[in-house]
């Protein structure tokens, strides 16, 4: 499939960004949309600002700039939609479900909607089945599923080209400070200007991960891939697992000087330990040949490739 025009709703964001790039080297344009005061991904033809609950905004984006797909990024992330739950409703469900309906009035699709391994309850501590029930523990991961089952709703009444990925851990470097799975980015940028960093989680906390740019090629892949190869609306991805405590002697290999403790928060520790080590993901790989780049040491060599330079 050939994508002349791309929306990345977030499109300033961690991901949005990177995932920019990836659209703009292949050719296809990229309007980002993002709120006020956030830097726009160096040759998008246009970065419209605004909040994604303004209806009217967004309607009048899509009739001007009249992009073929769109990828929906924007979101509040897990600590900041546990800090103030009705906005978290507001602009991660309502407003992303008046999203899907404008884009299925103005025939647009696909429609890449970015969820999370927190959609589901804890209970599968060591491994994930695809088929899991969604039964998520926390607002975020409801607001996600809201969006889920509206989508895949749309998609079964109106043929609506809905397509889901949901994230477990992201190690990205430029880790936002509003995500709880952040830790690992924050211990690195600590280590590089050589402040002391506590990990809130114990030594042998971890959970299934992706490495950032296997996320944003898993994003780039789904908005390409032949609808008729999708077996499913949503899938889930896995790479590896990896504890607080390799990531700690990972760091200390660069910077032997690093000062890294843990200090295990009462809400947070139990959070990371509880969610899956490992996700089935046999549908992605097998339905548009899903397969992650990034084991541990690939994305740790990445990563401190990134902050040295
Ligand atoms: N990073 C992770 O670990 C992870 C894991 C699973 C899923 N996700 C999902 O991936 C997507 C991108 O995450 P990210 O890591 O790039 O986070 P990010 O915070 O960098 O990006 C989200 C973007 O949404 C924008 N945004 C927030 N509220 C908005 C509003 N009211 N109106 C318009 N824009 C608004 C922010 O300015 C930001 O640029 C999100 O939907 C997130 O839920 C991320």
């Known amino acids: 499939m050939t994508l002349e025009r791309v929306l990345i709703t977030g499109g300033n964001g961690n991901l949005g960004r990177l995932l920019a790039a990836r659209f703009i080297a292949a050719g296809t344009q990229v309007i980002s949309f993002d709120l006020p005061d956030t830097a726009a991904p160096e040759g998008a033809l246009a970065c419209v600002t605004g909040d994604i609950r303004d209806t009217d905004l967004l309607r009048d984006l899509l009739d001007r700039h009249k992009p073929q797909a769109i990828v929906h990024l924007a979101s509040r992330l897990s600590g900041s939609s546990e800090a103030d739950p009705q906005a978290a409703w507001a602009i991660n469900a309502t407003a992303s479900i008046d999203l899907m309906h404008m884009a299925q009035a103005h025939g647009i699709g696909p429609f890449v909607f970015a969820s999370t391994i927190a959609s589901y309850d804890t209970g599968f501590a060591r491994h994930l089945p695809e088929d899991a029930a969604q039964w998520p523990a926390n607002v975020y991961g409801a607001t996600k599923v809201a969006v889920e089952r509206m989508g895949v709703w749309l998609k079964k009444s109106a043929g609506f080209d809905f397509r889901c990925l949901r994230f477990p ?22 280590a590089a200007k050589g402040e002391a960093f506590a990990f809130p989680v114990s030594a042998d906390t971890g959970m299934s991960t992706l490495y950032l740019e296997d996320v944003t090629r898993s994003l780039f892949e789904m908005t390409l891939a032949d609808a008729n190869r999708l077996t499913r609306p949503a899938y889930n991805l896995h790479s590896f697992h990896f504890t607080a405590q390799q990531w700690a002697d990972k760091i200390k290999q660069e910077w032997p000087d690093a000062q890294l403790s843990f200090a295990p928060d009462a809400k947070l520790d139990p959070l990371i330990r509880e969610w899956p080590d490992v996700v089935e993901d046999a549908s992605a790989r097998a339905d548009w040949g ?4 990034y084991d541990f040491e690939a994305s740790a060599a990445a990563m401190m490739g990134l902050m040295k330079g």
């Open 169 to 190: 851990m992201v190690l990205s470097p430029f880790a936002p400070p509003g995500a709880v799975t952040a830790y690992p980015g924050h211990a690195i940028n600590a």
């Open 290 to 293: 899903w397969s992650p780049s």
